[in-house]
């Protein structure tokens, strides 16, 4: 197969490299003529293939249409297990609807950005295009499969977004023409600026724009008295685990004890149950004391605790679960063989220890 | 060798009195019969319990056990060549990892693991520490299948659309060339106030490395590019985010902006974007595409989802700057640093590293009162544009509190700012670009915290 794959290459190559040529004699010389033999003419349907972005003129913007109920099935079978069924989960990241009204949708800026106190920043609350959303969906949603809608799904899921949001009505078709519409209702749309220093070059008529900030090096007897106005909370000495065990066990300082494993310790032997998990791809969605997608493993185990379980979640396991923890299902695991998956679950019902 | 034949005392450890004592009977059974590994695996646990011992114990008799006594490594024949082909660093330096900061994301596959800076010398960072930033985990792409494509947003814009293998990339006259890194996020989470302990958490978003690669500006006119009506690029990754990031056609036709394979003198990590990244120097770490796939040229910004949902800074009226990209001038003392406590009173040498995305480090001024006085602190050679530099000044700490700081000055006449000016013009919600003057706070104990004054 690869062998197949690189002697038609080749073929493809040669042809193009010819087109190549041919388009640098007849522009007089190029840089192209400095590196002969080396790149070649890329063929329509391979910049068509990769060619996937779509700019806020929607210049890229594929032809085709979705509505809000195809959506809902794509949204519920595809999207909802990680940002749930409203868009309002934050279990693998942030919301992505929320936080926007009517009158943001009229006025095109989100009053909620002006209120620290407001939790979250959902997606829909900053995003200031459309094709932004189009764009990214098609190019990098679902998560765990991206690329896999057609564009007709990237519509149709985007449709029901827009409806969750409440910037489109429950039978609104968005297709290549009617988005243009809801640009105009997108909730933060007049809530860019790109006024600022932070650009290294033209494009946004701000190459003279003066830096934020001009502080000066002041030497000698530079402000006010010093004031502490922050420091660092009691939890967060621990949050992080001993600090001891992250510096160098030498040289001028060491780091300071605020957990109790030996920042001297020099093999880390671990159980092999956890380093299985680690392996196994088990750790993206189960942390030893934290819920992630799955439960954590310390729960587990309090959870069968005293009850003969082995088998059982090894065989959930293996196949994949669904229905004890809550609306997540757990997909059949292949990164380990079935005698690996027993050391883990092994490894779980007795704690799941980190050492 | 028979183990047991070696003297205990001859078995490592600078607090050696007698080694029995640290054994049960069980393991004093099984030092007699020659395991050597239990003995020493004891003292290991013994040493550590005697935390702070860092001075030689001054011994009741002739010295220290360590010079009069020969360790294990004096007297044995060590590994032959090539026992570990690709070299590793040595156990005892097992703490200086890649770390995550529990709760700032939900998933590891779009997450951050922070470099410790708290243990570096110099300016380069090892690969294997520097930072790692996903949005959809990392790939480790064989090269063999790896294209490379230049193509234009509307017909015209190149004149041949071009494709290049790793082969091809790689037969073209190559540069390498120093550049720091930074995401733009780096330092984020201190916004408001303190939120973490170390300088691996506020400022490990940043490494360095020398890249060797093709200046982007040759590939784009190898492909004809319509430089007039091009004024940006759109630069795109190979992986599952296939990550886009739009780049002014101002900083590529500088030179510096590299289609790059190599890294410190080895092809990239994965982790890093292996086998091609783009190097956009001076620049948040966003913009530098890994796995890069294609660079398009255009009229128009793409409003990327992570350059209009993400990596857009919000200001105190609730707008949000879009497409900011520079990183600007900015430094931090590394040693002494947060989380860290000072081995005794005297002597020390301060040491940090200073960076700006306009160009090179002029100068670093450090202080111990919190900002009330300054000193210059001396640079280390080399001094290069939008590269680390390492600074050093040395201190006699009397034992009395302090409050260390560090200021940068790049070569535009920049001077680093402190918070209170930062937020006056940026507010505490910003996220991005917080390269506000960094304070350690030593205590009368030797111990390091992380806080901000006014």
Redesign the interface.
């Known amino acids: 197969m690869s062998r197949w794959?690189?002697m038609s290459f080749g073929f493809v190559r040669r042809a193009?490299l010819v087109?190549?040529f041919a388009?640098a004699v007849a522009?007089g010389a190029?840089?192209?003529d400095k590196?002969p033999?080396?790149?070649?003419?890329?063929t329509p349907a391979?910049?068509e293939a990769?060619?996937?972005?779509v700019?806020?003129?929607f210049?890229?913007l594929p032809k085709g249409s979705g509505t809000v109920e195809k959506g809902q099935e794509i949204w519920e079978a595809k999207c909802a297990s990680c940002h749930g069924t409203f868009g309002e989960s934050?279990?693998?990241?942030t919301p992505l609807i929320g936080g926007t009204t009517k009158e943001d949708v009229e006025k095109g800026?989100?009053?909620s950005?002006?209120r620290?106190d407001y939790p979250q920043?959902t997606?829909f609350m900053?995003?200031?295009?459309i094709?932004?959303?189009f764009?990214?969906i098609r190019?990098?949603m679902p998560?765990n499969e991206?690329?896999s809608l057609t564009p007709d799904e990237v519509y149709s899921v985007l449709d029901f977004m827009l409806n969750l949001a409440e910037i489109v009505p429950d039978d609104f078709v968005l297709d290549d023409q009617s988005i243009r519409e809801v640009q105009k209702r997108m909730p933060?749309r007049n809530?860019?600026?790109?006024?600022?220093?932070?650009?290294?070059?033209?494009?946004?008529g701000t190459e003279k724009k003066k830096?934020?900030?001009?502080?000066?090096?002041?030497?000698?007897?530079?402000?006010g008295p010093?004031?502490?106005?922050?420091?660092?909370?009691d939890h967060?000495?621990t949050?992080?685990?001993n600090?001891?065990?992250?510096?160098?066990?030498i040289?001028?300082?060491?780091?300071?004890?605020?957990g109790n494993d030996?920042?001297?310790?020099?093999?880390?032997p671990g159980p092999a149950g956890f380093k299985l998990a680690q392996s196994a791809g088990c750790?993206?969605c189960h942390g030893l004391n934290n819920k992630?997608?799955g439960p954590s493993y310390v729960d587990v185990a309090a959870k069968y605790k005293d009850k003969d379980m082995l088998d059982t979640l090894v065989g959930r396991v293996v196949k994949g679960g669904e229905g004890v923890w809550g609306e997540a299902a757990m997909p059949p695991q292949e990164g380990a063989s079935e005698g690996e998956i027993k050391t883990i679950v092994e490894w779980i019902l007795a704690g799941a220890p980190g050492r | 060798m028979d183990d047991s034949k070696i003297p205990s005392a001859l078995l490592g450890g600078r607090i050696r009195r007698a080694p029995e004592n640290f054994l049960d009977g069980a393991a004093i059974g099984e030092v007699s019969k020659g395991r050597r590994d239990v003995l020493r695996a004891s003292f290991?646990?013994a040493?550590?319990g005697i935390?702070?011992a860092?001075r030689p114990a001054a011994a009741a008799s002739d010295g220290d056990p360590d010079i009069l006594e020969l360790p294990p490594w004096s007297t044995s024949l060590g590994l032959p060549v090539a026992a570990v082909p690709y070299g590793m660093p040595s156990?005892?330096?097992?703490?200086?990892i890649r770390?995550q900061?529990?709760?700032l994301t939900?998933?590891?596959?779009?997450s951050v693991a922070f470099a410790?800076l708290?243990?570096s010398f110099g300016i380069i960072t090892p690969s294997g520490l520097h930072f790692e930033r996903h949005?959809?985990g990392w790939q480790d792409i064989d090269p063999?299948?790896h294209r490379f494509?230049?193509?234009g947003?509307?017909p015209g814009m190149v004149?041949?659309?071009?494709?290049?293998t790793m082969d091809?990339l790689m037969?073209?006259p190559s540069v390498s060339r120093m550049y720091f890194i930074e995401c733009g996020a780096n330092t984020g989470m201190e916004w408001g106030?303190?939120?973490?302990?170390?300088v691996?958490?506020t400022h490990g978003m940043l490494s360095c490395s020398e890249f060797t690669g093709v200046p982007l500006r040759?590939?784009l006119?190898?492909?004809?590019a319509d430089l007039k009506r091009g004024?940006?690029v759109?630069a795109?990754g190979a992986d599952?985010?296939?990550m886009?990031r739009t780049i002014?056609?101002?900083?590529v036709m500088s030179g510096e902006v590299l289609v790059a394979y190599g890294q410190n003198g080895e092809m990239l990590r994965p982790e890093n974007g292996y086998p091609l990244r783009l190097v956009v120097p001076?620049?948040q770490g966003v913009s530098w595409v890994k796995w890069l796939?294609?660079v398009?040229l255009?009229d128009?910004?793409?409003?990327?989802?992570d350059e209009?949902?993400h990596y857009?800074d919000?200001?105190p009226?609730?707008?949000?700057?879009?497409?900011?990209?520079?990183q600007?001038c900015k430094s931090v003392i590394t040693?002494?640093s947060?989380?860290?406590?000072?081995?005794d009173k005297g002597f020390?040498?301060v040491s940090g590293l200073a960076w700006s995305?306009r160009g090179k480090i002029r100068?670093v001024?450090v202080s111990f009162?919190?900002?009330?006085?300054?000193?210059?602190a001396k640079l280390q050679a080399p001094v290069q544009s939008k590269c680390l530099t390492r600074f050093t000044l040395n201190w006699n700490w009397n034992g009395e509190r302090a409050?260390l700081q560090s200021?940068a000055?790049d070569e535009t006449g920049?001077?680093?700012?402190?918070y209170r000016?930062?937020r006056a013009?940026?507010g505490?919600?910003s996220i991005y670009?917080n390269n506000a003057i960094q304070s350690w706070?030593v205590e009368p104990s030797g111990?390091?915290?992380?806080?901000?004054?006014?």
């Open positions: 794959r690189e193009a087109a190549v388009a522009s190029s840089a192209a590196y033999g080396v790149g070649r003419a890329a391979e910049v990769w060619d996937i972005d700019r806020p003129d210049q890229g934050n279990k693998v990241f800026r989100v009053a950005l002006l620290p920043r997606t900053k995003v200031p295009t094709s932004t959303l764009d990214y190019r990098a998560w991206p690329k933060n809530g860019m600026s790109t006024n600022h220093a932070l650009w290294p070059g033209a494009g946004f830096a934020d900030t001009a502080n000066t090096a002041c030497m000698k007897d530079c402000g010093v004031q502490i106005t922050s420091t660092l909370p967060a000495w949050a992080h685990g600090l001891a065990s992250q510096n160098r066990r040289g001028p300082v060491r780091g300071r004890v605020t030996d920042p001297d310790a020099i093999d880390e750790m993206g992630i997608v | 290991a646990a040493i550590a935390a702070a860092t156990k005892y330096e097992r703490n200086l770390r900061s529990p709760g939900q998933v590891a596959g779009s410790p708290q243990g949005h959809q063999k299948r494509m230049i193509n947003s509307a004149k041949t659309p071009l494709v290049f091809d037969r073209l106030n303190v939120a973490v302990p170390t691996q958490y040759l590939l006119e190898m492909a004809g004024k940006f759109l795109e599952g985010s296939s886009t002014p056609i101002d900083l001076g620049v796939r294609r398009e255009g128009k910004p793409y409003a990327a989802k209009a949902v857009v919000l200001m009226d609730g707008t949000h700057r879009q497409y900011t990209s520079i600007e040693t002494p947060g989380g860290q406590t000072l081995v020390f040498n995305g100068k001024d009162d919190g900002g009330k006085s300054w000193q210059e409050i200021r000055t920049f001077v680093q700012p402190n000016q930062l013009v940026r505490t919600r670009h706070l111990e390091i915290s992380n806080v901000q004054v006014a």
